[in-house]
T-cell receptor, first 114, second 115 residues
Framework: KAGVTQTPRYLIKTRGQQVTLSCSPI?????VSWYQQTPGQGLQFLFE???????NKGNFPGRFSGRQFSNSRSEMNVSTLELGDSALYLC?????????????FGPGTRLTVL | AQSVTQLDSQVPVFEEAPVELRCNYS??????LFWYVQYPNQGLQLLLK??????LVKGINGFEAEFNKSQTSFHLRKPSVHISDTAEYFC?????????????FGKGTTLSVSS
């Protein structure tokens, strides 16, 4: 089976812009979760989607949003980018859900905000 | 608020030595516990998880962890490490309470194995 894929792998944006990141889960997985990884804050949970519905949400501002399509592919959007949004954004998929099931992580999208 | 504390940010060890990576969490409700590993320039992968049952959990690559409810700890151990175990290790806790479900990661422990 193909693993979790994320596109693009690298992205450079300027403050105030918006960005959309994409994640394709492992075939058959209905749960997709998103994480932000930074040296200072570590890995922080953004949100989880399961069968097109947001199931859980971390403590991030409303500028961070996501959605999931019927084929389980997910997108994450960040509007009005700030310098502090520079991070590695990881996507993970699982069969039953992020909080009790094994998650399979993608390689991440490295976002740099200038 | 729930939190996960990995007590050591860096652990240097020599090859074939035993290692313990410590993880404590704060929670007053039932939890599930995980250890993930991130090898250099690679994504995270699950080492092991505790959902219920035996408190000693065995994972991949010879790692094991013990869930201690009274001490709210989930320390990761390996009796003899290899150079290839050099990586960053993350402890994670999922908590279900009235507010919903959250998955919280510790800040990570960098394990450096040298010969």
């Amino acid at each position: 089976k193909a693993g979790v894929t994320q596109t693009p792998r690298y992205l450079i944006k300027t403050r105030g812009q918006q960005v959309t990141l994409s994640c394709s889960p492992i075939s058959g997985h209905r749960s997709v979760s998103w994480y932000q990884q930074t040296p200072g804050q570590g890995l922080q949970f953004l949100f989880e989607y399961f069968s097109e519905t947001q199931r859980n949400k971390g403590n991030f501002p409303g500028r961070f949003s996501g959605r999931q399509f019927s084929n389980s592919r997910s997108e994450m959007n960040v509007s009005t980018l700030e310098l502090g949004d520079s991070a590695l954004y990881l996507c993970a998929s699982s069969l039953a859900g992020a909080t009790s099931d094994t998650q399979y992580f993608g390689p991440g999208t490295r976002l740099t905000v200038l | 608020a729930q939190s996960v504390t990995q007590l050591d940010s860096q652990v240097p060890v020599f090859e074939e030595a035993p290692v313990e990576l410590r993880c404590n969490y704060s929670s007053s409700v039932s939890v599930y516990l995980f250890w993930y590993v991130q090898y250099p320039n690679q994504g995270l992968q699950l080492l092991l998880k505790y959902l219920s049952g035996s408190t000693l959990v065995k994972g991949i690559n010879g790692f094991e962890a013990e869930f201690n409810k009274s001490q709210t700890s989930f320390h990761l151990r390996k009796p003899s490490v290899h150079i290839s175990d050099t990586a960053e290790y993350f402890c994670a806790v999922s908590v279900q309470d009235q507010a919903g479900t959250a998955l919280i990661f510790g800040k990570g422990t960098t394990l450096s194995v040298s010969s």
